[in-house]
């Protein structure tokens, strides 16, 4: 067996913190990993785990393994779709997260027709409102994001969207609106935990205003229903609040300064080739929306 092979046992292991749950998954034998770890650990002369019970932890050298085991993985399983995409059509996993806006106007649909023209692909779609690692997790792509990337992704156009600044007619009843920007400073500002990195509302060129907020929420959904309780403000992309204008239970504020050319990105890893499962999903279900 190769250093690779046992690599990618250790990184089995290491993921399901249990020796017998990796073998199963593996179909190997407890006995058998377990030797192939000790091999590992022998030929490396270090300790990567460390023994508490029936579990196993990771020590640091450990850890950092584990780093780089996951990272070349990743680039195993994609130099194979790369060479299978010279002749074959694209197999393997598929992993997406996509924001359920975006998963129910642009995947959905046409979802059964993907699979049936690709059959040997098995998708994971993660539809919580959250930015993938994309090393650590192994995405292949997510749909759906307007928040900064690292250069190492590649971030691509689906559509522009305009931003609104909203409340409820209860809370501008009891707060008064904000006549200005600087009147915002007094207001409660309610916003989403994805934006872990700054606190600045998308406003037009020429404009800015970084903003502490009054709660932080992990979903478009619950930022909507705190707004109609009256609880604060809130500033979300057009498409997630335009029934809410409509019926009255959220009133737009500041309009000539809110963003109105927002792009939203779909964001894949920097690869020297685009992988062909990558590709055929791209091309299926965003291409047109560029």
């Keep these: ?65 584990l780093s780089q085991c996951l990272r070349l993985t990743k680039e195993l399983e994609d130099t194979r779709s790369i060479c299978q995409q010279f002749n074959e059509e694209p197999e393997g996993n598929l992993r997406i997260v996509a924001i359920e806006h975006f998963a129910n106007q642009l995947i959905f649909p046409k979802l059964k027709l993907f699979l049936q023209r690709y059959p040997k692909l098995r998708l994971y779609i993660d539809t919580r409102e959250r930015m993938p690692d994309f090393e650590r997790e192994q995405i292949d792509i997510a749909v759906g994001f307007s928040v900064p990337a690292p250069p190492e992704i590649v971030r691509r156009s689906i559509e522009t969207t305009r931003y609104v600044l909203c409340g409820s007619p209860q809370y501008f009843t009891e707060q008064g609106k904000p006549r200005n920007l600087k009147d915002l400073l007094q207001h409660n500002y309610l916003a989403h935990n994805i934006r872990t990195e700054e606190r600045t509302i998308a406003l037009k060129p020429g404009y800015s205003l970084a903003i502490k907020p009054y709660m932080l929420l992990n979903s478009m959904s619950s930022l909507i229903e705190c707004a109609k309780q009256g609880i604060g403000l809130i500033q979300l992309p057009s498409y997630f609040i335009n029934d809410y204008l409509k019926n009255g239970e959220l009133v737009e504020v500041l309009t000539e300064y809110q963003a109105t050319d927002a792009p939203v990105y779909y964001l894949y890893p920097r690869y020297r080739y685009i992988q062909s499962k990558v590709r055929k999903f791209i091309d299926f279900f965003l291409a047109s929306e560029k």
């Design 1 to 65: 067996m190769s250093d690779l092979d046992r690599f990618e046992l250790f990184a089995a292991v290491a993921q399901a913190d249990s020796l017998t749950q990796a073998a199963d998954a593996l179909g190997m034998t407890k006995a058998s990993l377990s030797k192939q770890i000790k091999i590992l650990e022998s030929d490396f002369k270090v300790d990567l785990f460390s023994r508490h019970k029936q579990r196993l932890i990771l020590t640091e050298q450990g850890k950092i393994l």
